[in-house]
């Protein structure tokens, strides 16, 4: 089991930056990808960042250049953060921000969501 609990969302003006965390828990060791999505009201889900185990990272057309997905292992087995920087933040940011971990298993785990909202 993996546990993920997302903070660091809120309100920000366009052109302001935020910074997304998600704490991971449980059997962090086994997990093998990390992504952030995001979902704006009537949309589908989307896939905003990604990455790897061994740093591989991917990103979505539409923040390449402002965003930046990382991640941290505390040294405890049990423990790591997943981070989306945001820069440059535009209205069309605005949307719920989820964390996904997948392990090499192929089960995936989802975080409750933190709010981003940009305004103009």
């Known amino acids: 089991q993996v546990q993920l609990v997302e903070s660091g969302g809120g309100l920000v003006q366009a052109g302001g930056s935020l910074r997304l965390s998600c704490a991971a828990s449980?059997?962090?060791?086994?997990?093998?990808?990390m992504a952030w999505y995001r979902q704006a009201p009537g949309e589908e889900r989307e896939l905003v960042a990604s990455i790897k185990n061994g740093g591989y990272t991917n990103y979505a057309d539409s923040v390449k250049g402002r965003f930046t997905i990382s991640n941290r292992f505390t040294g405890s087995k049990d423990n790591a953060t997943l981070y989306l920087q945001m820069n440059s933040l535009k209205p069309e940011d605005t949307a719920v921000y989820y964390c996904?971990?997948?392990?090499?298993?192929?089960?995936?785990?989802w975080g409750q969501g933190t709010q981003v909202t940009v305004s103009s």
């Open positions: 996904k971990a997948t392990t090499y298993g192929e089960l995936d785990y």
């Open positions: 449980g059997r962090v060791l086994q997990i093998n990808f």
